[in-house]
C-alpha cells in the first residue's frame, strides 16, 4: 500500500476524532500555526508538513495520556502516515515519554515550541486585555522566572530544545508569540483589544 500523505483537513478531523477537548483543540491550533511560522522564517519549503506535524503532534493525548507519544505511532501507522511524521510526532515527548529523540530542525522546532505555547497562553490570560495580540517578550520573560506560575511548563526543556536549535531563547518566545497571534481568534486568545 503506497504512503499516504496527509491533508490539512484530514489530519484535523483525525485529531478531533481522538480529542474532544476545547484547550487541546486550541493547544494543536496553536503549535501547528508556530510550526508554519517557523518553516516560513527560516524559508522551508513543506510548511504545510510542518503544520500538520503540529497539528496531529497530541494526537494520543486525550484517550491514551498514559501511551502518550506511543499510541500516535499505532494510530498514525494504521492510516499509512508517512515514516518521518510519525518520528517527528513521537520525536516532541523526548525524555517525557519518548525515547525517540529530534533529529532535523522540524522536530527540533517542534520539541522546543510545543511548552512554549502553554507557557504564552497562560500569561496571556493572566493579562487584562486577555490579548496574545498586545502581548510582549517581556510579560513572558516575567513569567518565566515565576516557577509557580504555569508550574507545568518545563522550562528546562525548552531551554534544552533552543540549544538544540542553536537559537536564543529570547527569539524562539518572540518568534512563538508571533506565530500564535496569526490565529489569535482560532485559539481563543484575541481577547478585548
Known amino acids: 500500500m503506497a504512503t499516504y500523505i496527509p491533508t490539512r483537513e484530514d489530519a484535523f478531523k483525525l485529531f478531533k476524532e481522538y480529542n474532544k477537548s476545547e484547550n487541546l483543540t486550541k493547544h494543536a491550533l496553536s503549535v501547528e500555526a508556530v510550526m508554519i511560522h517557523f518553516a516560513e522564517l527560516l524559508g522551508l519549503e513543506d510548511v504545510n508538513k510542518w503544520g500538520i506535524i503540529g497539528l496531529v503532534h497530541d494526537i494520543d493525548y486525550e484517550m491514551y495520556p498514559e501511551e502518550h507519544c506511543v499510541k500516535a505511532r499505532e494510530i498514525l501507522s494504521e492510516r499509512n502516515w508517512p515514516e518521518d511524521y510519525i518520528h517527528a510526532i513521537q520525536s516532541h515527548g523526548y525524555k517525557i515519554c519518548s525515547e525517540v ?25 493572566m493579562r487584562p486585555s486577555k490579548s496574545i495580540l498586545d502581548l510582549e517578550l517581556k510579560s513572558v520573560k516575567k513569567k518565566w522566572k515565576d516557577i509557580r506560575f504555569a508550574a507545568g511548563v518545563d522550562r528546562d526543556l525548552i531551554e534544552g530544545g533552543a540549544k538544540l536549535l542553536g537559537m536564543e531563547l529570547e527569539y524562539i518566545i518572540s518568534e512563538t508569540i508571533k506565530g500564535m497571534q496569526k490565529v489569535a481568534e482560532e485559539i481563543g486568545l484575541k481577547g478585548e483589544l
Open 101 to 125: 529523540e529530534p533529529i532535523g530542525i522540524m522536530e527540533k522546532v517542534l520539541y522546543t515550541i510545543d511548552e512554549i505555547t502553554g507557557l504564552i497562553t497562560a500569561t496571556v490570560l
